[in-house]
């Protein structure tokens, strides 16, 4: 019998698949993110994040690292409430800001029209495990 599911997976992790699997996920979310920039809609900051939110409009909520713990608290609240996936960015605000084009930082963004990109349907399977 083949052996249990598991055990494979454990000994992926003992091979270091996973270490690698981690960097080109951070990559495809960027690439994910600049299509989203380029054909769809995304709104940068806390406060048009929280009003996307409450009008229902958000698809999707990515948080930076280095997000203060009550903001991302209540940001994780106000989806939760809307029923919209969050995935938090393995990178800081910096990093962020950089992945969606723009020369400053960005600690929360919010994607209200994916355009051409699937980032909500790659995304929302991360954020369940």
């Given at each position: 019998p083949p052996p249990p599911p598991l055990a494979s997976a454990a000994a992926a992790m003992s091979e270091g698949k996973v270490t690698k699997k981690k960097k080109s996920g951070v990559e495809s979310i960027n690439s994910r993110l600049a299509l989203v920039m380029k054909s769809g809609k995304a709104v940068l900051g806390y406060k048009s994040t929280m009003k996307s939110l409450r009008q229902g409009k958000a698809k999707l909520v990515l948080i930076g690292s280095n997000c203060p713990p009550l903001r991302k608290s209540e940001i994780e609240y106000y989806a939760m409430l809307a029923k919209t996936s969050v995935h938090h960015y393995s990178g800081n605000n910096?990093?962020?800001?950089?992945?969606?084009?723009?020369?400053?930082?960005?600690?929360?963004?919010?994607?209200?029209?994916?355009?051409?990109?699937?980032?909500?349907?790659?995304?929302?399977?991360?954020?369940?495990?």
């Open positions: 910096i990093a962020l800001g950089t992945a969606c084009g723009k020369m400053f930082r960005c600690s929360v963004l919010t994607v209200t029209d994916p355009g051409d990109s699937d980032i909500v349907r790659s995304v929302v399977p991360e954020s369940a495990q």
